[in-house]
């Protein structure tokens, strides 16, 4: 579905490569995320997967599609963004006129545009919010908006680029829980680009950047199992990696690596009872 061959970029002829050399493919119906430090280049990366940048050398590969100038715009619509801050992505005074809008754009009739708004909606379970005003809503619930504005679009590909990083707590599991619903009801092709590793867990792939290159390319689990070394690479690894690994320092006999914060505590139990 997505394809980087041997992609190289740089924003200033003279200014370092931000990515050098990268080789990547992307299966339709995965999930994949995207994780490196501030810096590098995963916000690049996604800009270049829908046209709004291109490559300086190498070659990005959507659908079977090179990006070229001739194939940009209809490759775009194959790839929706939702992007950090929900604020910066409203236009509409209600949730209908917000969905609506990119829509109107393209020029969907108004019957298909009612039925594609409120099954959009649907999708991310905001139907009843229709009518509202989206500033008065949480920033889950407006992230929620951008994603079914996203959907109403009918895209094969979202890229969320940190679209969890300025959420609460309650607002980063909305968005987890839509995208792995999303993920499974409609086998849409999801990108992650994100620095939590708790996100990056739900994922089918890692991808870790690191000094313009891929530095790790695996499932979560094996990434996890790096534990305090992930910090070299800027990543934090989560609590549940942390505790894992502290006990295992401790030589007390743990299994798998844990993913999530149930298999940590399944496995803590085993721990308690056996001794
Ligand atoms: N428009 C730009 N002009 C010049 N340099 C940029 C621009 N955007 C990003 N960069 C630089 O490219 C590098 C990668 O940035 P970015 O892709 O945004 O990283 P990330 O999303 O991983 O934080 C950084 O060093 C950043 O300063
Ligand atoms: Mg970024």
Do not use: C
Not at 134 to 155: C, D, E, F, H, N
Not at 161 to 187: C, F, V, W
Not at 251 to 271: I, N, R
Request: negative net charge.
């Amino acid at each position: 579905m997505i394809q980087f061959d041997q992609v190289s970029y740089q924003y200033k002829s003279n200014s370092p490569y931000v990515l050098n050399d990268v080789n990547l493919s992307i299966d339709e119906g995965e999930w994949v995320s995207i994780l490196g430090q501030n810096g590098s280049g995963k916000s690049t990366a996604a800009k270049l997967l829908n046209g709004l940048l291109r490559p300086v050398e190498g070659r990005v590969i959507i659908d079977d599609t090179e990006i070229t100038d001739d194939t940009v715009y209809q490759v775009r619509r194959h790839v929706g963004m939702v992007f950090q801050n929900p604020e910066n992505q409203f236009v509409g005074t209600t949730v209908l006129d917000d969905v609506a809008f990119g829509l109107e754009n393209i020029g969907v009739p108004r019957e298909e545009m009612i039925k594609r708004i409120d099954e959009s909606l649907k999708q991310v379970d905001m139907l009843e919010y229709k009518n509202h005003e989206p500033t008065k809503l949480s920033g889950g619930q407006k992230q929620r908006i951008a994603i079914a504005s996203v959907l109403a679009m009918r895209p094969e590909i979202i890229v969320f680029d940190e679209a969890t990083s300025m959420l609460d707590p309650i607002g980063k599991k909305e968005i987890i829980e839509t995208m792995r619903y999303l993920h499974e009801q409609y086998n849409l092709t999801i990108i992650t680009i994100t620095h939590d590793l708790n996100e990056a867990a739900y994922s089918d792939r890692v991808i870790t950047l690191h000094n313009g290159s891929i530095w790790f390319q695996g499932t979560p689990r094996h990434l996890f199992q790096y534990g305090e070394k992930l910090e070299e690479v800027g990543l934090e690894p989560t609590l549940i990696t942390k505790v894992y690994h502290s006990l295992k320092r401790e030589s007390f006999a743990v299994k798998e690596e844990p993913l999530h914060f149930k298999e940590l505590v399944d496995e803590l139990w085993t721990l308690y009872l056996k001794t």
